[in-house]
């Protein structure tokens, strides 16, 4: 394949969004309970990390992020708690234009189920060989319009660990604003 080939071709480019959970839960103990009215909370202990991307500029691993997309590129976002949605989970339910250019389409909500995601193997020691179950994923997805710099609303609900150890019940809804450029 030529380099021009490539340039004119989408790309699929996932950013994943790590959220300290432990940080929102001790600095925002009493959130909203309500998933249109969520708690808004400042970019520390949220992380995005970015794959797929024409190019890093700038940010990566923080709370806004700089990177190279033409129009008609797939945005992707998904998310995790920082013990990998094990303890506390994370869910990522809206993400919408907030101010500056509107570089996105509408983002959707979407999930994939895979019949034989891979799971460690919890009879073995090391976790391995691993064993296939059925697992569903969750993301918000976008193409490219444009280039420029768009504060995004990024909505999430956040599940914590019960006291009982098995289950994730609801903590609260939150949202943040990041700030994304494409050049």
């Not at 189920?113 to 691993?130: L, S």
Request: hydrophobic share 35%; glycine share 6%; charged share 20%.
């Amino acid at each position: 394949m030529t380099d021009s080939v490539l340039a004119a071709s989408s790309q699929e480019i996932n950013i994943l969004v790590v959220i300290d959970t432990e940080f929102v839960k001790k600095y925002y103990p009493n959130p909203s309970q309500i998933k249109e009215a969520p708690t808004n909370i400042i970019h520390y202990g949220l992380y995005l990390i970015c794959t797929g991307s024409r190019g890093i500029i700038a940010g990566q691993g923080s709370g806004s992020l700089n990177f190279r997309a033409n129009p008609g590129d797939m945005v992707s976002f998904s998310a995790r708690g920082s013990h990998d949605n094990s303890d506390d989970a994370v869910i990522i339910y809206d993400i919408q234009h907030w101010k500056k250019d509107n570089i996105f389409n509408r983002f959707a909500a979407n999930v994939v189920t895979r019949r034989n995601a891979v799971m460690p193997n919890e009879e073995t020691q090391d976790g391995m060989p691993p064993v296939h179950i059925k697992r569903v994923f969750s993301h918000c997805d976008a193409k490219v319009r444009n280039s420029g710099t768009e504060d995004l609303e990024i909505k999430f609900a956040l599940y914590a660990l019960s006291d009982d150890g098995q289950s994730q019940d609801l903590f609260g809804y939150f949202s943040w604003d990041p700030s994304i450029t494409i050049y």
